[in-house]
């Protein structure tokens, strides 16, 4: 029995992030499973050596995988085994990397980011070539990946082929391809097509997949699709602080996750529930959609007293102070009750501020 209370009310649900959600009770069981009794830390342990066989098994026979703690970590270790001292990395100006992480590629890793600034947060051939350029210019800190989201930052998704169109200029140039995955399975939902078809069957070299945003407690992988675009990853997850010495406990979670479908459950939920969303706040008056609904994100453009109301009631963030834009994120574990009610809601500030 333990002596801690429960101090929420597991009834309240917000449209915040995706990561407000708890942990899948699948995913609990396996952690309960994996637990009593020792195994070697580190991850020479059973869990995490049958990790590999489930993710050869969705990305390939050439898939690596390395758990880590977060994604902010799976960024930099993956960012600094894909780069030397003097190389950058092209990114969209609303990269989780450029916007959300505090300045972690830069500060813990030294590395350079090359930003641009896209309409939708993806990257197309002509975008890239904006940063990609000076090769051999010993001024110029030298374009080595590229790294793009899926689903985007602004909740948008990639077609394989425009993934395959950015490896393939990418290659090119003698790039190498990053994928931030820390939604990947919101996008293999919302594509229905399997997590290989926009990663390994396109061209991606490696991939930071994001394990918490899908039901885990915590835990993100890198995936290396392609050997000879990392160096040293085995040194860096450690000199980055993301060698778990509890590793079982990481890799059990992936197993739950992705051994069966129930990572394509989860996933479908937060989608439909998004699209159930934006279908109700559609019809309320006054309410703008800015973005397309491509996965599990919604954006809206709202009054300003109706979002302090709103946010008095439910969690979820302004996104843009200036133009009114707030965003709302949906998980695998949002009910359509939760939409209708915060629907409602809605409904009845944008009512009283008319
Ligand atoms: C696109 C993207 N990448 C990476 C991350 C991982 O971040 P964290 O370090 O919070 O696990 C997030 C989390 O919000 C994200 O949205």
């Given at each position: 029995m333990t002596d801690a209370i429960r101090r929420h009310d597991p009834l309240v649900k917000g449209f915040?992030?995706?990561?407000?959600a708890g942990v899948h009770p699948e995913i609990l069981q396996a952690l309960a499973l994996a637990n009593e009794g020792h195994q070697t830390a580190y991850g020479d342990d059973v869990y995490t050596e049958a990790l590999q066989e489930i993710f050869r098994g969705h990305f390939g026979p050439e898939a690596v995988a390395w758990p880590m703690f977060n994604g902010t970590g799976a960024n930099v270790v993956a960012l600094r085994a894909m780069t030397a001292h003097w190389e950058a990395v092209v990114c969209a100006d609303s990269a989780h990397i450029h916007t959300?992480?505090?300045?972690a590629p830069e500060r813990s890793a030294g590395l350079k980011l090359l930003p641009v600034a896209t309409p939708d947060g993806k990257l197309t051939p002509d975008l890239i070539d904006r940063q990609a350029w000076?090769?051999?210019?010993?001024?110029r800190a030298q374009p080595k990946v590229v790294s793009i989201t899926q689903?985007?930052?602004?909740g948008t998704l990639y077609t394989p082929a425009e993934i395959k169109a950015v490896c393939d200029h990418a290659h090119e140039l003698g790039m190498v391809v990053h994928l931030d995955g820390s939604r990947a399975t919101n996008a293999a939902a919302a594509l229905d097509v399997?997590?290989?078809?926009?990663?390994t069957d396109v061209g991606v070299d490696v991939l930071s997949f994001g394990g918490t945003k899908a039901g885990l407690m915590f835990g993100e992988a890198v995936v290396?699709?392609?050997?000879?675009?990392?160096?040293?990853l085995r040194y860096l997850r450690k000199s980055s602080m993301?060698?778990?010495?509890?590793m079982r406990f990481v890799s059990v979670q992936f197993e739950a996750l992705l051994a069966g479908d129930l990572w394509l459950r989860n996933a479908r939920n937060a989608n439909a529930m998004a699209q159930r969303l934006a279908v109700a706040v559609r019809g309320?008056?006054?309410?703008?959609?800015?973005?397309?609904?491509?996965?599990n994100a919604v954006f809206a453009i709202l009054p300003r007293d109706v979002t302090e109301r709103l946010q008095k009631r439910f969690r979820f963030y302004t996104w843009n102070e200036a133009t009114g834009e707030v965003r709302w994120m949906t998980a695998f574990d949002t009910t359509e009750a939760d939409v209708d009610a915060f629907a409602a809601a809605l409904a009845e500030e944008m009512d009283s501020s008319a």
């Open positions: 915040a992030s995706d990561n407000y959300d992480e505090g300045g000076g090769f051999g210019d010993e001024h689903t985007t930052e602004l399997p997590l290989r078809a926009f990663t290396v699709l392609n050997p000879d675009a990392v160096r040293g993301q060698l778990a010495s509890k309320i008056d006054g309410v703008e959609v800015p973005r397309p609904v491509q996965a």
